[in-house]
């Protein structure tokens, strides 16, 4: 299992996201915003997807070329959930909430996981490990892979966390489809997404109280070396990939970006796929996108940190 919720919930499972609505338009307006130390946005400029008819919100904090700690984006995201709880006790609306963004490299474990798929001592380990509340076995986040973390109230989409899951999966099968041309598909037994027996996608969500947050990871140009220190989501005999490796190596060119050293056209590869991941996620959820961006040094860690660390919280 993937996925880890705090109440038991009676759910059916269909084959795929339903998809029986109107195709919308969308135009593009510009926006940046500034985060408080309370988590509160104030805003100046804004980028957002407006649809031609009427459609929920979603406000869409982009730090997709940035490297942001584990620690800091987790924290944030519990931060916002509490915010929204504390909005549905009161019965009011809270707008939905999406977080896009890349992680210095970084092993994850779900709330169940088995450290039997780790492949080195956890206590001289490669990198940061820590063991969350989502679904899941372990995983690998780094440099070159977008992480997004959807942080939805589901009763006002589909209360079926199947249905959320397949619709997350959705998202990046249109995405490979619709941008690259890659046939990617659904792996029956398996959560994420495929292409051929190559994972390019995990997906690992947590649900309290019908809001949703952590969520998926594609490997854009991720370098997938890291993966060979673990048994990836638990499964064996199967490989990694990345959209990268799947449509060939890029020729090297010059360096640039901040998210480490990547080659211009990695950069722009990443811009690509990002562009396209924020798309299909506003059509397969029906949200109009409020494209905002937050400063890096909001996420200053001004503590010391170790090379190894097993973090429990």
């Known amino acids: 299992m993937i996925l880890a919720a705090s109440t038991h919930f009676l759910i059916t499972v269909p084959a795929s996201p339903s998809h029986n609505h109107t195709k919308k338009s969308y135009r593009l307006h510009s926006h940046t915003t500034t985060l408080s130390k309370s988590n509160q946005v104030s805003d100046s400029k804004s980028t957002s997807i407006i649809f031609n008819d009427q459609s929920r919100t979603c406000e869409c904090f982009d730090l997709y070329k940035d490297l942001v700690p584990y620690d800091k984006a987790w924290d944030w995201q519990k931060q916002i959930v509490k915010e929204k709880k504390a909005l549905v006790e009161k019965n009011q609306d809270c707008q939905d909430t999406l977080i896009i963004l890349q992680h210095h490299p970084v092993y994850t474990l779900g709330t169940a996981s088995s450290e039997e798929y780790l492949n080195f001592d956890i206590k001289d380990a490669p990198y940061d490990v820590y063991r969350t509340e989502r679904g899941g076995e372990v995983t690998y986040h780094g440099p070159g892979q977008l992480v997004m973390y959807p942080i939805i109230n589901l009763r006002n989409h589909k209360m079926d966390l199947h249905w959320y899951l397949r619709a997350l999966e959705e998202v990046v099968i249109r995405v490979l489809s619709l941008t690259f041309s890659i046939k990617a598909s659904r792996l029956e037994g398996f959560t994420g997404v495929w292409v051929g027996d ?69 950069c722009q590869l990443i811009d690509i796929t990002h562009s396209s991941l924020i798309k299909e996620f506003s059509e397969v959820f029906q949200l109009e996108i409020f494209h905002k961006t937050i400063p890096m040094s909001e996420f200053e860690d001004t503590t010391p940190r170790r090379s190894f660390t097993w973090k429990l919280t």
Do not use: M
């Not at 673990?230 to 990939?241: D, L």
């Not at 060119?253 to 998210?259: D, E, I, N, P, R």
């Open 198 to 266: 190559k994972k390019v996608a995990a997906v690992g969500i947590r649900v309290s109280q019908w809001i949703t947050y952590h969520g998926l990871a594609l490997n854009v140009n991720t370098d997938l070396t890291p993966f060979h220190s673990i048994v990836p989501c638990g499964i064996r005999n199967r490989q990694v990939g990345s959209i990268k490796g799947l449509l060939g190596e890029f020729q090297p060119s010059t360096g640039c970006g901040k998210a480490g050293g990547l080659h211009s056209n990695d």
